[in-house]
């Protein structure tokens, strides 16, 4: 209970302004800030880039007391704190990583009530003594970061955020909120149970990111040659590349490395100094390509990665939107380019089969996973396909994608897959891929009596053994027939028996699409243009050299460049060349604590580009 009257939107609306420099609330922030001053709780599912840290940091600012943020990862903890520290605001966090002194000095600011901010992991929360001593202070706020790890239905379980729930009866008092970006109807409702926000409202933006241009493409062996014909494509720009496997990471890295391409490896199995050496790097950089299992990512809030490439095919929906969103924080152009294969797909419902989880839990993975493929793989705006998935009605296709730029030519080949699920029946799922095609094609080598008497021996001669091989692949996707590993000689086997049954009787349709015609070239919205922020020629050797100023600066603090300012700031600066502070202070990003540290710094910059007379 304070007796001071509680903050209104107004004097939201001042601290937007005046500490992060920005004009407008976005979306939704609005409102769910207004929930939050009012003392409610909520949940809020906000696309990547949507700004869902302004929820909780502004009203941390406003409301008495701390505001504790729980994130699950350290890098995502530091960046944060570095850039509201750069805004001036009092911020510290408290994990494993912190030196000793660090973390008197967090604690004395916080008992002497002038932290505004406090960053904390779940279990450092939830273990007795921390809990207890922030248990009898004034609390501002209480904010779950990424709350889709609280669900076993979300892409990202994270058992330790179960504990959270119990923050309710810790600090009754205080509004909490949970923020993610991903999570579709049936793990917002895993979330709120689990985090006990029953009452809370619920507000849910659009999933659109039309910056984001996606594309998806069946890749040929392990595709190492297409990912490096891909990133070097976009020399210059930074991006993630994600792999599968911790050994996939490594050799990928090495072929960009030998073509001259500023990247490297990244996974759980690196020593810890070299991993936090990589990030720093690559962070820093203006072009700098990781190669990544998805152990990197979440958090990684580096605004200006311009491409994320999947070299192998997430395992969900959620999964591909949380990584290809990575891409374009910063609002300006990026793409979203994934590779994909039947193999992929066979590896990670084995990985799921393995997993030790109730059946109805892998059913849902089961499910999630032929869903992603049905996007990949299907002749739908792929943007569209998200958005509905997450629960979006009246979605209109996005005019970037691929699939928008180039409608795939859809043919009806269901008298073909006849052809092949009967051939997989007769012989009884046996063989392999390159065998059942032969045996379409009546190529087999020393074909026995019995396989040439079969009637499905040699009646696919209307297809050539690429299409064949499509098909199958299709076929695959779409659950009509299974791989079974069979310890790396995969054998082909018939799916789900009702729709395999429904084919054969003529009831379901096959479309396959055609192979598009310029495989090689990527697909590319005509929107992706340059390094991301638009930047006009006359104004890119200001641009150029507040960026330098900016590369410099951070080295001095030991901070990424973008807590500094952001890409789309530097660019506003150099396109209206302010003369004066009161000039500076105008553009979007400069606040009031960053307008008296850098605002000299960057006037001296422009004036030594006065436009010539
Ligand atoms: P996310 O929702 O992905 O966590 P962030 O909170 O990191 O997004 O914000 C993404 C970017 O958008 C940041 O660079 C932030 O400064 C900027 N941003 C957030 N809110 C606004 C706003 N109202 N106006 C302008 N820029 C904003
Ligand atoms: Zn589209």
Redesign the pocket.
């Known amino acids: 209970m304070t007796d001071t009257p509680a903050p209104t939107l107004d004097d939201a609306r001042a601290v937007?302004a005046t500490t992060?420099g920005?004009?407008?609330?976005?979306g939704l922030?609005e409102p769910v800030i207004c929930e939050i001053l009012a003392g409610r709780n909520a949940l809020a599912v906000?696309?990547?880039?949507?700004?869902?840290?302004?929820c909780y940091q502004i009203p941390s600012l406003l409301r008495r007391g701390l505001g504790i943020v729980v994130s699950p990862l350290i890098a995502l903890m530091t960046d944060q704190v570095e850039a509201l520290r750069q805004a001036g605001v009092a911020a510290a966090r408290l994990d494993s990583a912190i030196e000793p002194y660090e973390r008197e000095e967090a604690w004395r600011l916080i008992n002497a009530g002038e932290l505004d901010l406090l960053y904390v992991s779940p279990e450092g929360l939830m273990q007795g003594a921390m809990l207890e001593r922030l248990s009898s202070l004034p609390i501002a706020l209480v904010a779950i970061d990424e709350a889709h790890c609280v669900s076993q239905w979300g892409h990202d379980f994270r058992p330790e955020y179960r504990m959270l729930g119990r923050l309710a009866e810790v600090f009754p008092t205080a509004p909490r909120l949970a923020v993610t970006?991903t999570a579709d109807a049936r793990t917002r409702e895993d979330i709120a149970k689990a985090l006990r926000l029953e009452n809370a409202a619920h507000f849910v933006d659009s999933f659109a990111r039309p910056e984001l241009s996606l594309t998806a493409e069946r890749k040929t062996g392990r595709g190492a040659a297409r990912v490096l014909e891909l990133v070097r494509e976009r020399r210059g720009r930074s991006g993630i590349v994600y792999a599968g496997s911790r050994e996939g990471t490594e050799t990928l890295a090495a072929s960009l490395v030998a073509a001259g391409i500023p990247a490297a490896a990244y996974h759980a199995g690196l020593d810890k100094a070299v991993r936090a050496e990589r990030l720093r790097k690559f962070l820093a950089e203006d072009e700098a390509v990781m190669v990544a299992t998805v152990a990197f990512g979440m958090g990684i809030?580096k605004?200006d990665v311009r491409f994320v490439i999947h070299a192998d095919a997430p395992a969900s929906i959620e999964a591909y939107w949380q990584e290809v969103g990575r891409a374009g924080?910063?609002?300006a152009p990026a793409e979203g380019i994934s590779l994909y294969s039947s193999a992929d797909m066979a590896f990670t419902a084995r990985r799921i089969e393995g997993r030790e989880v109730d059946d109805a839990v892998k059913q849902t993975q089961g499910r999630k996973l032929r869903q992603l493929y049905a996007m990949l793989d299907g002749a739908g705006c792929r943007a569209a396909a998200v958005r509905r998935y997450f629960g979006e009605a009246d979605v209109e296709p996005c005019g970037g994608c691929d699939i928008c730029v180039s409608p795939p030519e859809r043919r009806d080949a269901t008298t073909a897959a006849q052809k092949a699920l009967s051939a997989v029946q007769r012989l009884g799922g046996r063989f392999g891929r390159g065998r059942l095609i032969d045996h379409l094609l009546g190529k087999t080598k020393d074909v026995s009596d019995y396989e040439a008497g079969l009637t499905t021996y040699g009646i696919g001669q209307e297809l050539s053994a690429v299409q064949w091989r499509d098909l199958v692949d299709q076929l695959l996707f779409d659950g009509l027939l299974r791989e079974d590993p069979n310890d790396g000689r995969p054998l082909i086997g018939l799916g789900e028996a009702l729709v395999v049954k429904a084919v054969y009787r003529g009831e379901v349709t096959v479309y396959v699409r055609d192979r598009p015609t310029a495989v090689g070239k990527p697909a590319r919205s005509p929107k992706v243009r340059g390094a991301g922020v638009e930047v006009s020629p006359s104004d890119r050797a200001l641009f150029d050299a507040l960026r330098a100023w900016r590369r410099a600066e951070a080295a001095r603090q030991g901070v990424p460049p973008y807590v500094i300012f952001?890409d789309r700031t530097l660019a506003a600066i150099a396109s209206t060349r302010p003369g004066s502070l009161r000039a500076l202070e105008g553009q979007?990003?400069v606040g009031q604590v960053k307008l008296t540290h850098y605002g000299a710094a960057v006037l001296e910059v422009v004036c030594g580009f006065a436009p010539a007379a």
């Open positions: 937007l992060f920005h004009k407008n609330f976005r922030q906000l696309p990547t880039g949507g700004g869902k840290s302004l970006a809030d605004p924080r910063d609002g952001a979007t990003g």
